[in-house]
């Protein structure tokens, strides 16, 4: 049982070698092909920050809620498919005493489609008093289709590479060998803004202040890279 397992293994080996020898001793060409793209986020994502402190105790934490829900949906907003509460496992996300009040606090994270619609969110938000909301990040939402199809373009360069290469040897270019999803890279991370913090904009900029302080988000990049070698006929 033993020796036949031996011979099994001894010639799993030789013909993973033999598999091997043959593919180095064939002429063949290596290609790598980059290709990125760059596109505008579809989904922005808001963070507010309801807190009595921000109104000197003034409105509680539920009116403030009534009033965001208000100005959301007359931004046409569907708060209850893009407004959703950062703490699901209680009510308060967070709360903290001074002298004898305890003074409470919600966290919500709401998403909307492009800059200018964040924009509209924040001076309106800002008008009614709800002027502690950041910009938390950017995303592409059909991010997986689209590194897809640049992974297919990218293959289709190496194609191209590869026989632009052969021509002047007055070579040809037969079937793929080998494919290699090298790297994929995105800078979704990139697209996060953090320092975008909204904090009582008419105090910046005076009673004229009716625009948003920003229009636009950086474009998120999509980048792949695919190593292919091609038989060299």
């Known amino acids: 049982m033993k020796k036949s397992l031996l011979t099994i293994i001894l010639l799993t080996i030789a013909t993973v070698t033999f598999a091997q020898k043959n593919f180095i001793d064939q002429p ?14 579809d989904k922005i994502y808001i963070s507010i920050n309801l807190n009595e402190a921000d109104s000197r105790n003034k409105k509680s934490v539920e009116e403030k ?10 931004l046409n907003i569907d708060t209850e498919k893009d ?21 409470k606090s919600k966290m919500y994270s709401l998403i ?10 924040l001076a309106e938000l800002e008008s009614v ?35 632009r290469l052969a021509k002047p040897l007055h070579q040809k270019i037969g079937k793929a060998l080998f494919i290699s999803d090298v790297n994929t890279i995105s800078n979704a991370l990139q697209g996060q803004a953090p320092g975008i913090i909204v904090r009582g904009m008419g105090n ?30």
């Open 65 to 74: 809620e009534k009033e965001l829900e208000a100005t959301l949906k007359k």
């Open 83 to 103: 407004l959703s509460l950062l703490d699901f496992s209680s009510d308060f996300k967070s709360y903290f005493l001074k002298g004898q009040n305890v003074i």
């Open 28 to 41: 063949y060409v290596e290609t790598a092909a980059k290709v990125d793209t760059l596109l505008v986020p």
């Open 129 to 163: 008093g709800i002027s502690n909301v950041t910009v938390e990040r950017t995303e592409y939402s059909n991010s997986e289709e689209i590194l897809l199809e640049l992974k297919a373009k990218a293959v289709e360069k190496s194609k191209l590479i590869a026989e």
């Open 112 to 121: 909307v489609k492009n800059a200018v619609q964040a924009g509209k969110v």
């Open 204 to 233: 910046i900029y005076g009673a004229r202040a009716t625009e948003p302080i920003f229009t636009e988000f950086q474009k998120i990049k999509f980048e792949v890279q695919v190593n292919v070698k091609y038989v060299l006929e």
